[in-house]
Antibody
Framework: QVQLQESGPGLVKPSETLSLTCTVS????????WSWIRQPPGKGLEWIGY???????KYKSSLKSRVTISIDTSKNQFSLKLTSVTAADTAVYYC?????????????????WGQGTLVTVSS | YVLTQPPSVSVAPGQTARITCGGS??????VHWYQKKAGQAPVLVVY???DRPSGIPERFSGSNSGNTATLTISRVEGEDEADYYC???????????FGTGTKVTVL
């Protein structure tokens, strides 16, 4: 079955750029949407954005100015870049497949998910 | 778009837990539910209001009507203790939205 694995630095300095990669195994990254989701310590889940295998993207409005999600189909990977980070960006970051509902013509649920990676923003 | 859940629900083993997710015109949206345990990735337990992924016990069920969606856990077991989140795709703003989360405690 499809499995996802996040990778990247666990510590990022304030004002710098957070960069994470999600590697998809057990299936092709093509023909699917892929999302990044995060959970700050003690808080709820927050959707960051998605990328389609074609490269088209959609981001959460409040993060749009700082987020870039890209995809590399040759490597079966997609990536997240978040610029100008602050302590508020400290969170466990998850990647997940963002399923598309053909009947409604819209995005639907997230499954499967990666195990998550903690990124701490601190000097 | 805001999805409001009760912060906590407590239930005795063997009883039924009901977790609500309120939002404007929820009945017109497809609602999905996740179980989140500490240190683990979220797990999809109900999708499209009431469908269960393979491997999810029949004890988990969902409904959606009016302004409220509900996740029901019947015959609650200790392993059901977790945080639960609802989620929708808001086509008006083209964003995924998660609920505020509910901590289920098994007494």
């Amino acid at each position: 079955q499809v499995q996802l694995q996040e990778s990247g630095p666990g510590l990022v300095k304030p004002s710098e750029t957070l960069s994470l990669t999600c590697t998809v195994s057990g299936g092709s990254i093509s023909s699917h949407f892929w999302s990044w989701i995060r959970q700050p310590p003690g808080k709820g889940l927050e959707w960051i954005g998605y990328v389609y295998y074609s490269g088209s993207t959609k981001y959460k409005s409040s993060l749009k100015s700082r987020v870039t999600i890209s995809i590399d189909t040759s490597k079966n990977q997609f990536s997240l870049k978040l610029t100008s980070v602050t302590a508020a960006d400290t969170a466990v970051y998850y990647c997940a497949r963002d399923n598309y509902d053909i009947l409604t013509g819209s995005q639907s649920w997230f499954d499967p998910w990666g195990q998550g990676t903690l990124v701490t923003v601190s000097s | 778009y805001v999805l409001t859940q009760p912060p906590s629900v407590s239930v005795a083993p063997g009883q039924t837990a009901r977790i609500t997710c309120g939002g404007s015109n929820m009945g017109s949206k497809s609602v999905h539910w996740y179980q989140k345990k500490a240190g683990q990735a979220p797990v999809l337990v109900v999708y499209d209001d009431r469908d269960r992924p393979s491997g999810i016990p029949e004890r988990f069920s969902g409904s959606n009507s009016g302004n409220t969606a509900t996740l029901t856990i019947s015959r609650v077991e200790g392993e059901d203790e977790a945080d639960y989140y609802c989620q929708v795709w808001d086509s008006n703003i083209e964003q995924h939205v998660f609920g505020t989360g509910t901590k289920v405690t098994v007494l």
